[in-house]
């Protein structure tokens, strides 16, 4: 089980650093209303562009003390709930806009697999 934690880990992690510092101004699927970039969907969301700035360092910190916790765990259970709480934002936000469901899919996910390491790492 450790080893599929670690796993879990490691795609949470490398996932919200793409998302933050790679993705962040190209378009996908999973932008919520018809932004094209993250500052564009915290528009669309209704928040201020300094509160796009402040929740992207905290995911770009909590994924990296995530990694980090694959070979120090006392920093997993703040790093994985951290990031729990988060994305369960950014899930509310899309119900808000009434995106449809699948637009929350990746959020979704991830929140899932933090809880899992909360719970079972």
Request: glycine residues 8%; hydrophobic residues 55%.
């Amino acid at each position: 089980m450790e080893i599929f934690i670690q796993i879990l880990q490691g795609i949470v992690g490398i996932s919200i650093l793409n998302v933050w510092l790679i993705q962040y101004n190209k378009p996908t699927r999973w932008r919520g209303g018809k932004a094209t970039t993250i500052l564009e969907e915290f528009q669309v969301y209704g928040l201020p562009s300094w509160s796009c700035y402040v929740i992207g360092t905290l995911k770009v910190v909590l994924a990296i003390l995530l990694l980090a916790a694959i070979w120090y765990p006392d920093l997993k259970l703040v790093a994985a709930s951290g990031l729990a709480f988060l994305l369960a934002g950014s899930i509310s936000m899309h119900f808000r806009i009434n995106d449809p469901l699948i637009k929350s899919f990746p959020a979704s996910l991830f929140m899932a697999m933090c809880l899992l390491i909360i719970f079972y790492g």
